[in-house]
């Protein structure tokens, strides 16, 4: 409504969505709202406000329901200890030497031809 008078015109608006966000099915984002990093907007949330960083929003309109906490600096993961062939050696020559052959087109399946089935 502007000036007391209805507003046939759309005004379009860019929606900015941060670094490492979740969101779930059927959230409806309007237009004009920034959603913060490393949020997580819970499946079929309606959200028309602007999101603050590291928050779990639900509902329709969509609120902080809980604070995600940002990761602590770590020391570097340990690359894992090499495991061991699932295959065995056997098997894995054999699969190395199986060829496959160019085979024939089947023929299409029809109602006379499944019947004789």
Do not use: F
């Amino acid at each position: 409504m502007v000036n007391g008078e209805v507003s046939s015109e759309v005004v379009a608006k860019p929606v900015a969505i941060g670094n490492d966000c979740w969101l779930g099915s059927r959230v409806i984002v309007m237009s004009g709202v920034t959603i913060g990093h490393h949020c997580v907007i819970a499946t079929g949330s309606l959200v028309n406000r602007d999101c603050k960083p590291y928050g779990l929003y639900a509902g329709s309109p969509a609120r902080r329901v809980h604070d995600l906490a940002p990761e602590e600096a770590t020391a570097p993961r340990e690359s894992p200890a090499p495991r061991e062939n699932p295959v065995p050696e056997t098997l894995a020559a054999s699969l190395t030497s199986v060829t496959v052959s160019p085979s024939a087109p089947t023929p299409p399946v029809t109602a006379s031809t499944a019947a004789k089935a």
